[in-house]
C-alpha cells in the first residue's frame, strides 16, 4: 500500500505536518508530535480505523486517496495464487 498523506492533505491546502495535526485536534483526534511525524514523513506501520476515519473526515476524503493499492508490491506467486482462487469461486458460481 502507498500512503498519501502528504498529497491528499497538500490538495486542501495543507503544507506542513503541524498543520494537519491542529485540523486533527479540531476533529477530536490528539496526535503526538512524533506520531504526527511519522504519519507525515512515512507509511505508518499501524493505524487504528478510527484515527483513519477522523483522519479522512478532517480531511475531506476518501480511505482510497490516503491508501493507494500497489500492486507491484505483491509477488507473483501470490498474485497467481489469488487468480486462480478467483476463477475456481466464479467456476462454482456459473457451474463450470
Given at each position: 500500500?502507498k ?85 475456481h ?8
Amino acid at each position: 500500500m502507498k500512503w498519501n498523506l502528504r498529497l491528499v492533505a497538500a490538495h486542501r491546502g495543507i503544507w506542513k505536518a503541524g498543520e494537519l495535526q491542529h485540523r486533527l485536534a479540531e476533529y477530536g483526534l490528539t496526535v503526538s508530535a512524533g506520531k504526527m511525524s511519522g504519519l507525515w514523513s512515512g507509511t505508518p506501520v499501524s493505524l487504528k480505523l478510527s484515527d483513519l476515519d477522523i483522519i479522512c473526515a478532517a480531511l475531506d476524503c476518501e480511505i482510497g486517496e490516503l491508501l493507494v493499492p500497489e500492486t507491484a508490491a505483491v509477488p507473483v506467486n501470490e498474485l497467481t495464487r489469488r487468480g486462480a482462487a478467483t476463477a475456481h469461486r466464479d467456476d462454482q458460481r456459473t457451474g463450470t
